[in-house]
């Protein structure tokens, strides 16, 4: 199994930054998708950010703008860079990871974001 150690939360202001990595345990990486998705109280587990093998990215509309994602291949590391961040972005965020091929992926165990008004 793979295992995806997040790291980066924690609460900060409104307005402030906030950036998350998720390192994966191996360096099984040949064509994927890896990603942020968050889950805040009473709503679903929704995307934030994606970015595929070949570097194409993916993001949630309303965050376009705000957060960027990128990938260290060496590292074997997905960072989200959380900019003008908002108490609504207040949520558990969750590293995702699916190689093609597999219906379903791998999840981190999530690190919580608080922003504070």
């Known amino acids: 199994q793979v295992q995806l150690v997040e790291s980066g939360g924690g609460l900060v202001q409104s307005g402030g930054s906030l950036r998350l990595s998720c390192a994966a345990s191996?360096?099984?990486?040949?064509?994927?998708?890896m990603g942020w998705y968050r889950q805040a109280p009473g709503k679903q587990r929704e995307l934030v950010a994606s970015?595929?093998?070949?570097?194409?990215?993916n993001y949630a509309e309303s965050l376009k703008g705000r957060f960027t994602i990128s990938k260290h291949n060496a590292n074997n590391t997905v960072i989200l860079q959380m900019n003008s961040l908002k108490p609504e972005d207040t949520a558990v965020y969750y590293c995702?990871?699916?190689?093609?091929?597999?219906?379903?992926?791998?999840w981190g165990q999530g690190t919580q974001v608080t922003v504070s008004s």
């Open positions: 970015i595929t093998s070949d570097g194409n990215t």
């Open positions: 995702y990871f699916r190689p093609v091929g597999l219906a379903s992926g791998y």
């Open positions: 191996t360096r099984i990486f040949s064509t994927y998708v």
